[in-house]
């Protein structure tokens, strides 16, 4: 059986909407879902720049960059944010997010174990 279902969404929600979408893999708070969206609205490829971590934190209005580095290392941990291979202190983002743009489509299959 195949089903569509369209999200309606606009260009500034695009992304929160995507990952929300996609959060049942993911296992994002929603915190942590509005941090890793203002990431990709800064750098679709990189992640977690010092000039995006700035940015970020006065996005969502944190105390300090200090306090988001507690978001970006649980992302880290979640598999969200991922080291670029033989690049110190580089990331980008998991495979599933990478690639976000208006006309994304998204299959999930399920398949018995």
């Known amino acids: 059986m195949n089903r569509l279902v369209q999200i309606p969404t606009n260009s500034k ?11 049942g893999i993911l296992k994002l708070t929603d915190r942590e ?12 490829q990189n992640a977690a720049t010092p000039s995006a971590r700035k940015y ?19 992302l880290k941990d979640k598999g969200v944010i ?22 994304v489509t998204i299959q999930i299959r399920f398949a018995r174990t």
């Open 56 to 74: 970020v934190a006065e996005e969502l209005e944190m105390k300090s960059v200090a306090v988001l580095n507690n978001f970006v290392k649980a």
């Open 33 to 44: 879902i509005e941090v890793i969206a203002a990431f990709i609205r800064y750098d679709k």
């Open 13 to 23: 929600n695009l992304v929160r909407d995507y990952v929300t979408a996609v959060n």
């Open 82 to 103: 991922l080291p670029i291979p033989d690049e110190k202190n580089r990331y980008t983002y998991h495979p599933i997010i990478r690639e976000i743009t208006d006309d």
